[in-house]
Every structure is written in C-alpha cells, then in structure tokens.
C-alpha cells in the first residue's frame, strides 16, 4: 500500500516598508508604511518514500512571474534535494504585496524588479524549507468541498457566474497517540483578495490570511480542546480560477474588520464540511504532469479606437469612489489606458504558457499561469475525465486576464486589460481536459 508522506511549514516573508506595492493601477508608486498582517509563503509538499510528488509553494504575492517562479523552485531544490519540476509556485494574489518580487506585470505599466527583495525572499524560503525532508511523516487524507457563500460574487454583474465551492484536503498523522489531529489542510476557492482597496498603505494577505489563521485556529481547538494553547496546523492556500470574481458586491468597507469577517466566512465554511462532509482518500501516489501550451497575443486596437474607449470611459465616472458601480467604471477606464498603452509596445505573436496537472487518485488540481474567468473553470471541470477537478490560477507565471466571450462583448476591465487573443481562453480548456485526460490514463 501506498504511503504517503507530510512535510509542511509558514514562512514569515513579509519585507520592511518604504517598497512601492503592487495591485493598484490608482495607488501609483506609493510605498507600505507598516504591516498590517504578515505576508506568508506556506508549503505542503506530499510524497512518497521512493518519489518525491509534488510541493506547492504558495505565497502572499500579486503573482509570480516565470522568473521569480523559477528562483524559487530552483532554490526549494537546493534547500530540499528533490526536483525543481516538482515545485509549484503559486500566488494568493493578494493587491498589498511588494511590487519589487515581480516588477512589471503587464507592459503598458511601470514597475521595477528590486533584486534585494526577492534575494531575501529566496533566502527566507530557504531557511524555512531547509529542514522539511527530516519532518516528513505518514499521513491520511481525506476530502471535502465546501459551499462558501458572501465571500465573493462576479465582480462585473452581481448575479453573474461564480464559483462558490472551496475544495479542502486534510492530513492528519498516522499517530496513534494523536489520531484526530490536523496537521495541514490545503485549501482553494475564487475570489480576488481586494479588500483593502488603492488607499492602503501596509502589507496584508487580506481574506487568505484572515483565514488561514481563523481555521488554523479553529481547528487546533477541536482537535485539542483541553489544552489552552494547542499547536496550530499549517493552512496553505490555492488562488483558484478568480479573473472575474472578487469581494466587489459583498464587501461591507474596506478596513480590516472587513479583511477579518471575510476570511472567517471561509474558515468557517470549511471548518464545517470538514466536520461533516469530509470522505478519506485512498492512499495513491501524487503525480505531476506538465505542457507549455502557446497562445496567441491579441490584436491591438487601431490608435483613434483606443483613444475613443478611453473617452468613453472617462465620461461614465461619476459617483463615490467606492461603490461597486464607481469601481466598474474606474477599472474600465485603467483598462482602456493600458490597453491604449500597448500601441507603445511590440507584443510577441504567442506567449509559452506553462500547464501543470497534479493527479492524486480521483482528485486532480489543473494550474495555469493566468486569471482564468470563472466560465473557463466550470468547463475544465466538467470536462474532466477525473471525478474531482479544482482549477488553480496564478501558478509559476503571469500571463494576465484571459476573458470570455461575453467579457469581450462588454468590454470589460479584464478583456481590455488582457495581452491575449479572444481564443486563449478555448485553447486553455482544451489543453487542460488534454493533461486531464493524459494524467488519468497513465494513472
């Protein structure tokens, strides 16, 4: 039988202030003047004695490129002795993180690289995972998804498509002095983690760290409830297919009480179906499989075009900044100037996305390097040949926006915003239920 083996840990990454923040086209060059909670690289790595499966690497990040994606799991290699390829890096696409760990994301934008902080990032992810092929230990799995309602919504039409589920895997030791004790849950769900808006000034992983610790929490009471202070399992968390879902029409301010009462609705939701819905997973090997996939960049609109959807955007803004309806507006206005902005630039005719399919029994995770809307998602995954499909974004690179149809028709902040062709989207699809199909068949 199968024995699968747990190594995980959280790795306080948080820089000091005075570095310019990412997230906010509106928030310009302004610098963090403090931390409001601390920004985390969290990792859940399963394996087996004689293989080494698969470590996700998550981080409090807007994104991470293919070139800080590369550093970091080449440094996880070094640290741990297994295979980079086996390292997925992912961002929990948090709007107050640095903007020196990427710099510039898209190319209409600005935005430098400052190599000193990633070079201390790197070496903070390495002083937290150097020890982690002594820690592994035998673990069970079990399975679950959760509905999480209030968290998030579409954010271009409040009664638009929208992915409420959370899938919700939990390890726990084979240990016979402690059998019902949680040692890590690795968690994903849709939703942009903007609650803390432009005005903002200090690092925070808003909701995926207010949930995080509320579960962390949560559970380490259940598990041991006579002990004042009972050891806290590792949350790691996966950003899912989230390009056109955010806390837009749900959120209630944009202050940290908001931060804190969204991350609890998560916690709490999963913390129930673990509780009730949760079903033990067969012990199975974990395999990876991987493709670049080569998607078209878009058309760039003729200059009097460009020039015009900026004019008409400006002429609908109106009302407070921060009501869902002004927000729509503003970001379609960012929209139409960066795409304005990329007649400066010369796009190339394709970019090299990497697909990566991580397979565990029935339960299999498709990881793409973009926004993927949410009509996207829900297509892979009833296309997918495995019983359960989670669709994650935001993995080992950055290749922006991949709108649907219909975002295209509307015009849409993220079709404008969107370095891709209108096709990118089906290719995707195709090319994960392909992976899906490859990975299932060679078990």
């Not at 760990?101 to 690289?113: K, Q």
Request: charged residues 20%; proline residues 7%.
């Amino acid at each position: 039988m199968t024995e699968l083996l747990l190594a995980c840990s959280t790795v306080d990454v948080t820089p000091p202030p005075g570095h310019p923040m990412a997230g906010y086209v509106a928030r310009g060059d302004a610098p963090a003047v403090g931390t409001l909670d601390p920004l985390e690289a969290t990792v859940f790595w399963l394996s087996t004695e004689d293989d080494p499966g698969v470590f996700w690497l998550s981080l409090d990040a807007l994104a991470v490129d293919t070139e800080l994606a590369g550093k970091l799991s080449d440094a996880v290699g070094r640290a741990t002795g297994i295979p980079s390829d086996r390292v997925l890096v992912c961002a929990s696409h948090t709007h107050a993180a640095p903007r020196g760990w990427t710099g510039r994301l898209h190319p209409a934008m600005s935005g430098d690289r400052d190599q000193a902080l990633v070079d201390s990032l790197v070496d903070s992810v390495i002083d937290g995972v150097a020890g982690l092929p002594e820690q592994r230990v035998p673990v069970d799995l079990s399975w679950c998804v959760a509905s999480v309602k209030g968290l998030g919504s579409n954010r271009n039409r409040k009664d638009g498509l929208h992915d409420t589920s959370a899938g919700v895997v939990t390890a726990r030791p084979r240990d016979a002095t402690s059998p019902a004790r949680t040692a890590a849950l690795l968690v994903d769900y849709a939703c942009h983690p903007t609650v803390l808006g432009p005005r903002s000034q200090v690092w925070s992983a808003d909701w995926p760290g207010s949930a995080r610790r509320s579960l962390a929490a949560a559970l380490a009471a259940v598990d041991d409830p006579r002990t004042s202070d009972p050891a806290q399992p590792v949350v790691a968390f996966l950003q899912g297919a989230a390009g056109d879902s955010s806390p837009r029409f749900v959120r209630r301010g944009r202050d940290y009480a908001e931060v804190a009462r969204l991350g609890a609705l998560l916690g709490g939701a999963v913390l129930q179906a673990i509780q009730v819905d949760a079903t033990a997973m067969a012990p199975a090997k974990p395999t990876m499989h991987k493709k670049i996939v080569q998607v078209p960049t878009r058309e760039v609109p003729l200059p009097e075009v460009r020039d015009q959807l900026v004019t008409d955007a400006k002429e609908k803004l109106a009302g407070p900044e921060d009501t869902p309806e002004e927000r729509l507006h503003r970001t379609r206005l960012e929209g139409a100037l960066a795409l304005f902005g990329l007649g400066t630039v010369e796009l190339p005719a394709h970019l090299d996305l990497p697909l990566t399919v991580v397979a565990l029994g029935d339960l299999a995770w498709v990881h793409l390097p973009v926004e993927l809307f949410a009509s996207f998602g829900f297509r892979i995954k009833q296309a997918s040949p495995f019983p359960v499909t989670r669709v994650i974004g935001y993995t080992d690179g950055y290749a922006g926006y991949v709108s649907d149809a219909e975002g295209y028709r509307e015009g849409c902040f993220e079709a404008l915003m969107s370095l891709v062709d209108e096709c990118a989207g089906e290719i995707l699809v195709k090319e994960s239920v392909a992976l899906l199909e490859k990975a299932r068949q060679e078990g």
